[in-house]
């Protein structure tokens, strides 16, 4: 019989909790549900979990926060491991099934600090969140990080759209850059590793 592995398993750090404890179960601001993903980020890096990622998964019309993820790549060794992923796998968890969308469960957003790299496009199109929000979108990420974020098609927005995702972009955008420029800063320093910086190359 082939020895093989049959699981793996990816969590929050346990850092979050102390992140969480003095938000409020409801944040009805998009732009304070963007500040604490921006903080979440931030700090994730400089934990030496992964890359400096983190999203949010709330009740679009309450704001009553789900879930939240961080990108644990690092931490777990698996390559999968990014914000949108947890975040999005760990509300489905938290309301009991696959579909952030479905019927008898409230409208859900996905609040994440820059436009979806390829993988994470996929999983937040298949979540079933009926609005997505963005800090921005752009070369930025990939100009200053050297994060390699994947083929994404110029009308990625679009298709959200067409397939009743509404995409809020902007939402405080120059936060979002300041944290990647500190990460920057940390990767130039030899600080921290980028960890899918080959661009394609072998």
Known sequence: MIDIVREFQVSLPPWIDDELADVPAVVPGRADRMRL?????DRNWREGN??????LVAERDTGRVVSVGVNVVLASGVSSAHAEVLALGLAQRATGGWDLGGQGVPAHELVVNWRPCVQCYGATLWSGVRRLVVAGEGPELE???TFDEGPL?????EQFEARGIEVVGDVLRDEALAVFRAYREAV??????VYNARGGAE
């Open 37 to 41: 993903v921006h903080r979440l980020a």
């Open 153 to 157: 098609g110029a009308d990625w927005a």
């Open 143 to 145: 100009d200053i990080t």
């Open 50 to 55: 992964g890359g400096p990622f983190a999203a």
């Open 188 to 193: 130039d320093a030899d600080g921290v590793d």
